[in-house]
């Protein structure tokens, strides 16, 4: 007879990660619930969760390496031949042309603790080629955020459910979700008397459909409208003037240009009614407490990085950052994104050959990538890496890159399951799922109190897959960059989880990686292999977070002492070294996700990371591209008489 048990780990088909109790029977997956115990969605879920059977379960989940034969198919072989075989091809790729010739493509809406494992394989490489989806659709708001606030990782997060006026712009998030619990959030604000939801969308989305005042403006015209928007908060004298003097840079610049924006012609072009876009410019500046939400709209869109610019201008100029209600940024424990200074003599941040474009935030965008490898180009991408992404299907141009696969020397895709890209591989590495291994999102993007959530796994692997981090470790023992085992450092670890208080485990480890400098990439890698050992229910892979631990805690020790506090019910002052430890000791131990550290409002303004920690209102750049926005065709030119947009969010897709 077959018994029931219930596990909890978290829904993985969007950003939100909602915490699930998950009913098992052997292998299969027999219902799905919001797990209450989540510190943040706290029992919602969505439709969408109920369908994970079909990702776990799937008929296309693979259960052995794959190696593509002279007739054009698929044979099966072991790991040590696979391992062995893509290890040579990769190290004799890597000497016949240097690292540019590899790129690295990942991405993965569930799974990143693999990524801690799998991106240093780009510097076993020698490459900084990251692709990843993020760049397809965020790095112009990275940009924006690296020259207002400092950093491309300072990233901005709203604070929705305290927020009196919530402005939606290009996000549909009934479907898309990427706020908390977002159909109860949106239903709660639609029915308050006193709060406003405006929506600029050009359908009439369900979000839509909900709010206040809908603008439907002509597809491709947000620029338009919202510098129409910031030119009346400017005219009419609405900027807060305390926030503008006491934390920002730049602002006459700026005037200048928003005074010049023709209001009325920009109203006209986005198609939207006159008296209503004057009517929201003075509702945002006049709400007690405002925040902006964007998404894809604005993001995937014609002058997205100009867009990105304009939305924070909204809630800037009126000075609804850094407080409740506002938007504010919010702390990372790993980071999902890095940040890339611009190419230049002092810098060694790359571009790509063939179409010239430099990294933003460590990443490089997916639609140049098949230009990149289809070239005659001496420095073409000739190895392709492919870990939780299937760009044949999400990457703009399906041809380009069926074309650009097909002359690649060598592509190796890591997946559970056989996708379009996966097919159209050299070797395909089978991952077990991400409820067979301990697995965690990076997506923790919560302020002022943020959370994560490490699962533990609820089904054995299946028969002939390997969890991520053992495959990267494999190809880097092959590859010679990893040594097999760490015998000393293993008994330091142990000696450590008895009497962490010694901090045995960071200064041997600090010290192995003074006398090794080439073994930093892989920190990752030494701990799952020594500290991890001693984890209980072989959670050896989690071994990482205990490093990312002490440097969040050794960041932000007065937020996770509050948290803790909270958790504890009560202070119990500890030193920053054992406040670090208890950190990881609770996310190991709480299955249903932890809080890491509340902050208050106004430390929004420790993580802005201008050296003065003020905001840099002016971007040249873009102010240029501002004031030219008057000489443009009105019709996006004859060219694009229409605008097609593609990819929408139902409740029954997930890009996973
Ligand atoms: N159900 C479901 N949810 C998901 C996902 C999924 O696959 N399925 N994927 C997740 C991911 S990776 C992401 S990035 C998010 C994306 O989340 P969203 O950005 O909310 O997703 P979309 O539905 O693609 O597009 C957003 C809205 O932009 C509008 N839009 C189109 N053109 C314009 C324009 O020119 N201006 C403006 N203002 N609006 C425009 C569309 O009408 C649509 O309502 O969703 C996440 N959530
Ligand atoms: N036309 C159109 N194209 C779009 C969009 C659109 O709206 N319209 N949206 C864009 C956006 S916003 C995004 S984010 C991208 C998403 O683009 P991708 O990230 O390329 O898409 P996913 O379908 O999420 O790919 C995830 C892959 O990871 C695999 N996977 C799942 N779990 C694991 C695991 O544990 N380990 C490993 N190794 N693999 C795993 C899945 O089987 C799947 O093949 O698509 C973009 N492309
Ligand atoms: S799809 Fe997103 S919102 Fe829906 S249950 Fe899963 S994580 Fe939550
Ligand atoms: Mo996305």
Redesign the pocket.
Known sequence: MTTTTSHATACIL??RNCGLLIDAEGETIKRVHGDKAHPISRGYICQ?AAGLAHYQQNRDRLSSPLRRTAAGDFEPISWEQAIREISAKMLSIRGRHGGRAFAFYGGG?GNHLGAVYGTPLLKAMRSQYHYSALAQ?KTGDFWVNGRLFGRQNCHVTEDIEHSDLVLI?????W????IPNARRTLRELSKSPERTMIV????V?ETAQLADTHLQ?K??T?AFLLAAMLSIIMREGLIDDNFIREHTHGFEQLKRVLLEIPIDTFIERAGVGKSQVYEVARQLAAAERACVRV????QQ?VQSTLNSYLEKLLFLLSGNFAKRGGNNLHTFLLPLIGHSDPPGPNCDTWSTAVTRISAIAKLFPPNALPQEIDTDHPQRVRALWVDSANPAMTGADTEAYTRAFSKLELMVVVDVALSETAEQAHYVLPASSQFEKWEATFFNLEFPTNFFHLRKPIFEPRTGTLPEHEIYRRLLIEMGELPRNFPLLRQVARLHRAAPQLRSLPLVLALLLKLRPKLIPYGGHILEQTLGAWLPDGASSAAPLWFAAHRYVGRHSEAVRRAATDHNGRDERLNDNALAEQLFSRILHSHSGTLLSTHRYDDTWSLVRHPDRKIQLQIPELLRELAALKDEDATLGSEYPLIL?A?????Y???T
């Open positions: 969007c950003s969408k809406q659709e712009i290009g996000t549909n998030p479907h898309a979700h990427g600029i969308d050009p359908r989305t403006l597809p491709g947000d998404d894809l709209g604005i869109s947009i990819g929408e969010r139902r409740n897709n997930a890009n």
